[in-house]
């Protein structure tokens, strides 16, 4: 393939495209705003071409850094000026073609006079000033308080290039990138390449690194400060990592690069091209937006999601292994090939997604991949899918302002249902084919959604244009239940018999979502062999429309259970018919199959959402079968749901003999799982984790108090991170002392990390005083607070069983929603409207919120779509009041 067009070539190529459109209209004017609109964006790809940068940078460790951005690129014509972005920087100069020349700059973009620039090869040089981000976007910059050094790190997803340097911003310019940096002498710099030479100077070192292949910009990074760095060349590709100093004893470098090892030999196999940028690092950063950042060969990932102060447990490694699986199949789908504009960007998420799980599955420990996926990812797009502000897969997306609006479960999860199913609709090795046919068409490219489907439909030969459409373009879960009647009866009503009828009948969502599907699924039915549930009969089917016979359970002994989704190949919410519904409440403990089980428990939590299923008999399910699991893996899932039944509970507000009994109840139970796994790490801490959950009685918050004491831990290790756990519940309920705990802990833990959690604890605390402080530095857009804190507030200071303090505010901060939207950025808005919206499981909240919905019509599109989500969340939760089969007073 052809990674590089020559330079003569590229200048031939500009030449002809220039003479045949000389008289073209010139381009409109660009929108005068911070951020860039996909029209003005299609508008500079298609006169711009073979852009390359030759950046150089100045890091002191001080809060401004220094940089000169050279920008070479072919220019189609010179009817109008171009733009070139550059977010709020002090420029010092400013050459175009050799000509120095005075900036017409609005702090967002320069924008470049016609009469400066030529048809053909432009080359400009910007030098300029600016401040380190502490946003988390951009070159971020943080001062560690353990031992004062600094460190810094980019991240630029979606559009943040242009807060380091001078760049067409947008993902369709892809480009070279030469890279120089000045830094301190003690300091590591990583980028995408390979540092070529290294020298002494004055004030440190000077660090260059060979040009990169063409990268969208997103995709480019450039890291630096005095990492701890581990290195492994046991494989293919060379490896590193890099951590802080202060927490390099919380890194366990051997699990990092035995996962990346497996990961890159199993991605060189399956997509049939080898790895493509010739070393791997990866990055522990702290203050990360996010989870992790697929930066070609640079790989950042947040400190607070894959560091611990005790030894990691099975689930956190898988977490591990799958994040590190999705971000290295980014380096194919994201970075070798990319998406064109911002409405692309589900392609490569899903498809990440979908990959990490198969890689998770096929070369670690973890087997059971694909129920995680089932157990979290599909739950979380199926409840997304469900919500009033569900959303096609594939969205416009007007400007990259609104690149990461629909950012969400959908756009992962979803996404990467959908091709799991398409894959075993095509078949594997079809679908395989498909995309390793893509990846080498479009290498160091950027395509479309019908080019990767295109790939996967000439793969099959078959057209996907009605699969596109149905599951692409249209929102919303469809429902699929059994229908069979048998000789005994309808639906088995009675024992014994055949089957003699049988078909799937599939529902949509809606009249504003009536679309039916059509995917291919598995059907199972089961019958009880000796207090067990076993399989009887599984007909592979593919079914579409509302009805679809199936012939192959005809004959089938009448079954106790039907599961129209067995072994999970489809993306639909199954409805489980009555008898098979009581089969899933009586006899859970008679299913041998752990994914079986764990759909079965989903069943039973989808009817307390759906009000179908009292919350009051699903935690009695629970505290009858949840002390039974044996499967790590599901017990997480299952203590979650239990976990989430009780916030409800406290949302409620119930204060009577039941809700108190059952608390109690809930408690004992995770008490006694700690009990009982004595000797078993993992599962003990699963069940301690639910314990500090659940803790709100005396009783439990007098034994947490004791085990912070060294009392009564049963063979727990009470590290670091337990202790500040239990400080924050201590303090949630206002335990006696619990303030003073917090400050002697600050005094022991001087980490970030630490302090984040002492933020935590002392802001979730019951105190008006405090929780009026702390909201009004969060609504403080101007707040020296770094963001990392300021999201912390956030996540922290309306805990469910407060409703009553946060009442206090409600209204308030409903009213003053519009004002901080408009006034605040993305990042911000992300963070704020997704906590800080209140919701009060009471009538009088929904209709708060009802009005709210009705007259904040301007709100930014990513802010209404979290105001209508709190509403229909607050109208479940008091429907799931309301059905209530226990007192509620």
């Avoid at 060349?233 to 100093?245: E, I």
């Avoid at 091209?273 to 790989?299: C, H, R, S, T, W």
């Avoid at 611990?308 to 090939?337: C, N, P």
């Amino acid at each position: 393939m052809t990674t590089f067009v020559p330079r003569i070539m590229a200048l031939a190529i500009a030449c002809a495209f220039a003479s045949n459109t000389a008289h073209a209209a010139p381009a409109p004017a660009r929108a005068q705003n911070a951020y860039l609109s996909q029209q003005d964006a299609m508008a500079r790809s298609a006169r711009i071409a073979n852009v390359d940068y030759v950046l150089d940078f100045t890091l002191a460790g001080k809060e401004i850094f220094a940089g000169t951005s050279t920008v070479s690129f072919d220019l189609k014509d010179v009817d109008s000026a171009v733009t070139l972005d550059l977010n709020q920087a002090s420029i010092k100069s400013l050459i175009v073609n050799g000509k120095q020349v005075a900036p017409r700059y609005n702090q967002w973009f320069l924008s470049l006079a016609p009469q400066d620039l030529v048809r053909g090869r432009n080359t400009v040089s910007v030098s300029y000033e600016r401040l380190h981000s502490t946003n988390g976007e951009g070159l971020h910059r943080m001062v560690d308080p353990v031992d004062g050094r600094v460190y810094t790190y980019s991240h630029f997803e979606p559009a943040a290039a242009h807060q380091m340097f001078a760049v067409f911003d947008q993902p369709d310019l892809k480009a070279t990138y030469t890279v120089t940096v000045n830094a301190p002498a003690d300091w590591q710099v990583v980028t995408t390449t390979r540092e070529s030479g290294i020298v002494d100077t004055a004030d440190g070192k000077r660090w260059s690194f060979p040009t990169t292949k063409k990268l969208s910009p997103y995709n480019f990074s450039l890291h630096a400060g005095p990492y701890q760095v581990w290195q492994d060349n046991s494989g293919k590709y060379p490896m590193r990592l890099f951590a802080r100093q202060s927490v390099a004893a919380q890194v366990t470098p051997a699990d990092w690069f035995r996962y990346t090892k497996n990961g890159l030999v199993f991605f060189d196999d399956y997509f049939g091209i080898d790895y493509q940028f010739e070393k791997y690092d990866q990055l522990l950063v702290p203050d990360f937006l996010y989870g992790a950042m697929e930066n070609a060969a640079a790989i950042t990932f947040a400190e607070g999601g894959f560091l611990y102060k005790s030894e990691m447990t099975a689930s956190q490694k898988s977490r591990l292994a799958e994040v590190i699986m999705h971000e290295m199949a980014h380096q194919w789908f994201g970075d070798l090939v990319t998406m064109k504009w911002w409405n692309g960007l589900w392609l490569n998420e899903s498809f990440a997604a979908f990959m990490a799980t198969l890689a998770t599955a096929e070369v670690t420990e973890f087997k059971d991949a694909w129920q995680s996926f089932f157990q979290d990812d599909k739950q979380a797009a199926y409840a997304q899918d469900q919500k009033a502000s569900t959303h096609p897969i594939e969205v416009p997306v007007p400007s990259s302002s609104n690149a990461f609006d629909n950012i969400d479960a959908i756009t992962y999860s979803k996404g990467a249902s959908t091709l799991k199913q398409l894959r075993h609709m095509l078949g594997e090795e079809v679908f395989r084919k498909g995309v390793h046919n893509y990846l080498v068409k479009y290498s160091w490219q950027n395509a479309k959604l019908e080019d990767f489907i295109g790939s996967l439909g000439a793969a099959a030969g078959r057209d996907l244009g009605k699969w596109t459409q149905d599951w692409l373009y249209q929102a919303g879960v469809n429902t699929i239940a059994a229908n069979y009647t048998c000789s005994g009866g309808h639906n088995g009503e009675k024992n014994g018999g055949k089957i003699t009828a049988f078909s799937l009948q599939q529902t949509a969502p809606g009249k504003d979502l009536p679309t039916l599907r059509e995917q291919r699924v598995q059907v199972a039915a089961f019958t009880r062999e000796n207090g067990k549930l076993v399989l009887a009969r599984n007909v592979p089917v593919t079914y579409s429309g509302a009805n679809t016979k199936v012939p192959g359970m005809i004959g089938a002994a009448c079954p106790d259970l039907v599961y129209p989704n067995y072994q999970d190949w489809g993306y639909v919410k199954v409805q489980l018919d009555q008898r098979s519904f009581d089969a899933a409440r009586t006899s859970l403990a008679g299913v041998d199959d752990p994914l079986l089980r764990a759909m079965l428990w989903q069943s039973l939590w989808d009817g307390v959402r759906d009000t179908k299923l009292p919350l009051n008999d699903f935690i009695e399910v629970a505290l009858a079968n949840a002390p039974q699991e044996k499967d790590y893996t599901l017990l997480g899932d299952v203590l979650g749901k239990v976990t989430t039944a009780k916030t409800y509970l406290d949302a409620m507000a119930l204060d009577n003999a039941w809700s108190r009994q059952t608390g109690k109840a809930l408690e004992d139970m995770a008490w006694q799982g700690v009990l009982d796994y004595r000797g078993n790490d993992n599962f003990q801490r699963r069940w301690f984790a639910t314990y500090l959950s659940l803790a709100s009685s005396p009783d439990a918050l007098a034994r947490l108090a004791g085990m912070l004491e060294g009392r009564g831990t049963e063979g727990l290790n009470i590290g670091q991170d337990q202790r500040w756990a239990i400080i924050a519940r201590l303090n949630r309920y206002n335990t006696a002392g619990a303030a003073a705990l917090v400050e002697a802990e600050q005094a022991r833990d001087k980490s970030d990390t630490g302090q984040r959690a002492a933020l935590a604890a002392t802001v979730v605390r019951p105190d008006p005083k405090l929780k009026a402080e702390w909201l009004a530095t969060v609504q403080d857009l101007q707040t020296k607070l770094p963001f990392s804190r300021v999201r912390t507030a956030m996540g922290s200071i309306y805990p469910a069983e407060q409703n009553a303090l946060a009442e206090q505010s409600a209204a308030a901060r409903l009213a003053k929603l519009p004002a901080i939207d408009k006034a605040a950025g993305p990042v911000y808005m992300r963070s704020y409207a997704g906590s800080m919206i209140p919701a009060g499981c009471t009538a009088a909240s929904v209709q708060r919120l009802a009005r709210a919905a009705d007259s904040m019509k301007g709100l930014s599109a990513g802010t209404r779509r979290a105001l209508l989500d709190t509403l229909q969340e607050d109208q479940r939760c008091v429907a799931i009041k309301k059905a209530l089969t226990a007192p509620t007073s």
